[in-house]
């Protein structure tokens, strides 16, 4: 998979007199030297392959009607939503345990938003949504991005199936 490097981003600006000068260059508008390796591996990336968000729409849907039909829940599946990420729910199984299960199966997710990866405490966005605290405790975030295949999507499911198998014959 590839990504762009760390360090470097891209603003798209639609007008220019909305950003305040305060760089040392380029007319205040750049702080010093621009690091042209990362801009390359960044522009690089972008060329990669581009999203096709019909596709990645669909690999969404199929996430949702698996994990549905395994007895979880979508979170804000009647909201308009961004194709490359999926939110999931297993009632009564916590989200640190399936993270540890999914990861022994190879397969990374997360428990909150990209923004506050490695932090386990109750999401805020979920909390704004009025999503039920014993929801939010077993949310999962699934991200898609150009390479993400079918059969991905497939193992995804079956580990959740088996988790969820495991999660009620403990609970039985």
């Known amino acids: 998979m590839r990504r762009n490097p760390p360090g470097i981003g ?8 909305t950003l305040e000068a305060v760089g040392g260059q380029e007319k205040g508008y750049r702080r010093g030297t621009q690091d042209a390796p990362a801009a390359l591996g960044f522009a690089a990336a972008l060329a990669a392959r581009p999203y096709d968000m019909e596709r990645l729409g669909s690999l ?11 007895g979880g829940l979508v979170i804000g599946e ?3 939503r961004i194709a490359t990420i999926g939110s999931v729910a297993m009632p009564g199984t916590s989200n640190a345990a399936l993270l540890v299960q999914l990861d022994l199966a190879g397969i990374a ?6 923004c506050s990866s490695g932090k ?4 805020g966005v979920l909390a704004a ?6 929801i939010a405790a ?10 993400t295949t079918e059969a991905e999507i497939d ?18």
Not at 109 to 114: D, F, I, K, N
């Open 109 to 114: 997710v997360s428990a909150g938003s990209a």
């Open 120 to 123: 386990m405490k109750a999401s």
């Open 129 to 134: 949504m009025q999503v039920a605290p014993e």
């Open 60 to 70: 969404r849907r199929r996430l949702a009607e698996g994990v549905k039909g395994a």
């Open 138 to 147: 077993s949310f999962l975030r699934v991200s898609f991005g150009p390479y």
């Open 155 to 172: 193992r995804f499911l079956t580990e959740w199936r088996r988790i969820r198998s495991r999660s009620r014959a403990e609970a039985a």
């Open 10 to 17: 891209v603003l798209l600006v639609k007008d220019l007199g």
């Open 78 to 80: 009647g909201a308009p």
